[in-house]
T-cell receptor, first 114, second 114 residues
Framework: KQEVTQIPAALSVPEGENLVLNCSFTDSAIYNLQWFRQDPGKGLTSLLLIQSSQREQTSGRLNASLDKSSGRSTLYIAASQPGDSATYLCAVKGSGGSNYKLTFGKGTLLTVNP | GAVVSQHPSWVICKSGTSVKIECRSLDFQATTMFWYRQFPKQSLMLMATSNEGSKATYEQGVEKDKFLINHASLTLSTLTVTSAHPEDSSFYIC??????????FGPGTRLTVL
């Protein structure tokens, strides 16, 4: 059974700081990995999707890496802003076909202080 | 593109009543939709996978007679919580899959059962 762990559970940083969020998964046989953002009481916004054959994806100030063999992914946020404050979720899709389910971590609650 | 809506965004009902939640993909056709449940400060737990025109596949521990799922078209799936009780109070989120790869999430529905 796939298990996804995110460290740290919470992180508070001053505005402008670069930061890294960590995600690990137990079964390396994945189809892809996604990073999401969730604001309080809201749904999920997809940030980055990395296919199993890829090593990293970038979007603006965000960079996500994937090391499938070691079961790890990181989300790097450059020059953090108060608007980045949210819960960040990591999810992996199993390799049992394209319709296989996503398994989520519990998330990292990020607070960026002005 | 790839917008998913949910209706209602929140609902309060009396114990014993049934509540229907709609999930719509607004600008794409989704052959597969997923229903998740999220408790406070917890991650998303997959409840069921819904394929258009066929019966939903429920995760272990999810009562299919309690949580009725209908996926009547390529843009609409519904979740009906039957005979709701206070323990069913939660945040329900749907997602729709596009291109056999990425899932796009709705904004969620907050259910409170009194």
């Amino acid at each position: 059974k796939q298990e996804v762990t995110q460290i740290p559970a919470a992180l508070s940083v001053p505005e402008g700081e670069n930061l890294v969020l960590n995600c690990s998964f137990t079964d390396s046989a994945i189809y892809n990995l996604q990073w999401f953002r969730q604001d309080p009481g809201k749904g999920l916004t997809s940030l980055l999707l990395i296919q199993s054959s890829q090593r990293e994806q970038t979007s603006g100030r965000l960079n996500a890496s994937l090391d499938k063999s070691s079961g790890r992914s990181t989300l790097y946020i450059a020059a953090s802003q108060p608007g980045d404050s949210a819960t960040y979720l990591c999810a992996v899709k199993g390799s049992g076909g394209s319709n296989y389910k996503l398994t989520f971590g519990k998330g990292t609650l990020l607070t960026v202080n002005p | 593109g790839a917008v998913v809506s949910q209706h209602p965004s929140w609902v309060i009902c009396k114990s014993g009543t049934s509540v229907k939640i709609e999930c719509r993909s607004l600008d794409f056709q989704a052959t597969t939709m997923f229903w998740y449940r999220q408790f406070p400060k917890q991650s998303l737990m997959l409840m069921a996978t819904s394929n258009e025109g066929s019966k939903a596949t429920y995760e272990q521990g999810v009562e299919k007679d309690k949580f009725l799922i209908n996926h009547a078209s390529l843009t609409l799936s519904t979740l009906t919580v039957t005979s709701a009780h206070p323990e069913d109070s939660s945040f329900y989120i749907c997602s729709a899959q596009k291109d056999h790869n990425e899932q796009f999430f709705g904004p969620g529905t907050r259910l409170t059962v009194l």
